[in-house]
């Protein structure tokens, strides 16, 4: 699809390729950390949790910075699917029957392999945890064409209406219940999200990207941007922390993806590495060929956290939790971009990442 972009779209954006890279070492320290979530109170459960409230962002950034491009792109309907769901369907196929077969490996159960379990299990749910985003993207996808329809002049106020409706019905009235905040019954109820859920779920990350993305970056709007990261981190990591200590356990409920306070951190990062776009554009080179090797590593990591964690955790046992984090994160990150660069020089593989 040639990507014909209106204004501001005309020109590659390097902070957008600096946002997935950021993204996806997130996304690693985050997995990473919910290795340790089954064991409540453990040593270092504080930072445990702690490292999870600062990368909270991870998979919002993935969302935002799709819908920053593909919403101001012009489409042709059937060469935009044909493109991006082949890159979508092509690695969720190989990637689902890698971790089924992988999950039945590391379990000993590989006599039980079944290709109609792996097909099943391919159509009903992710055969790996964090496979859901191809999931989810490929729903988000099935509405950009209408989104890229919009004219140019009505388009911005349009994706602000829209992310003003998914904040209030997808974030907040969800997270006021939390709080045993009394909201209208059937005003983004389990019931009303149940019966839309699949449709706004995510998609208001994809709008609110285009519109950060529009929005004229300042000293002052990054300034307002770190303080606010900063913010929402610290109350995210004490909900947690709170919420962690009495329920004996780590929920999703204070930092679910669509969290208010999710939210406003994914915002606050968006803008921050906004701002340095004319500095990363001195470094654009590396800086795409990284970002290109991005979506191929968030596939294959978390077989490297298996072995990183699980086979190879004696190596960091006597280390303290806040450096046994970033020590086995890196260490994750480093062979999932090896693991990733090998399998892009292979002609036959590389359709998977």
């Not at 969800?174 to 995510?202: C, H, M």
């Not at 913010?231 to 004996?248: A, T």
């Amino acid at each position: 699809m040639e990507n014909v972009l209106p204004n501001n779209h005309q020109k590659r954006s390097e902070y957008i390729d600096a946002l997935k890279i950021i993204a996806t070492a997130s996304v690693v320290i985050y997995h990473v950390c919910m290795h340790y979530w089954n064991i409540y109170g453990m040593p270092g459960w504080n930072s445990i949790i702690g490292y999870s409230a600062l990368t909270r962002f991870c998979v919002p950034i993935f969302f935002m910075a799709s819908g920053a491009l593909m919403i101001g792109s012009s489409v042709n309907i059937s060469t935009f699917f044909k493109r991006r769901f082949s890159k979508i369907l092509i690695p969720l196929v190989f990637w689902s029957f890698f971790y089924y077969i992988f999950t039945l490996y590391i379990n000993s159960d590989f006599g039980n392999f079944n290709v109609s379990d792996a097909l099943r299990q391919l159509i009903s749910q992710p055969s790996s945890i964090h496979l859901w985003f191809l999931y989810a993207i490929l729903g988000i996808y099935l509405t950009i064409p209408l989104w890229a329809s919009i004219s140019s002049e009505k388009k911005m106020m349009a994706m602000v209406y829209y992310t003003a409706l998914w904040f209030l019905f997808a974030s907040l009235f969800p997270f006021l219940r939390l709080l045993a905040i009394d909201v209208p019954k059937d005003l983004g109820s389990w019931y009303f999200v149940n019966e839309t859920v699949q449709f706004y779920n995510y998609s208001g990350y994809f709008s609110l990207g285009y519109v950060l993305f529009c929005l004229k970056d300042s000293k002052q709007l990054r300034n307002i941007s770190i303080v606010a990261y900063l913010v929402s981190s610290i109350i995210i990591f004490f909900l947690v922390l709170f919420d962690s200590h009495e329920k004996k356990m780590i929920s999703q409920d204070y930092w679910d993806f669509k969290a208010p306070f999710v939210v406003i951190m994914s915002i606050s990062i968006f803008l921050i590495i906004k701002s340095f776009d004319g500095f990363l554009a001195k470094i654009n080179k590396p800086l795409s060929y990284i970002a290109n090797l991005t979506f191929g590593v968030y596939l294959c990591h978390v077989a490297f956290i298996y072995l990183v964690c699980n086979i190879y955790s004696w190596a960091l046992e006597s280390v303290p939790m806040f450096l046994r984090i970033p020590i086995q994160s890196t260490a994750v990150l480093l062979l999932s971009f090896l693991a990733t660069f090998f399998i892009s020089k292979i002609k036959i593989l590389r359709k998977v990442i």
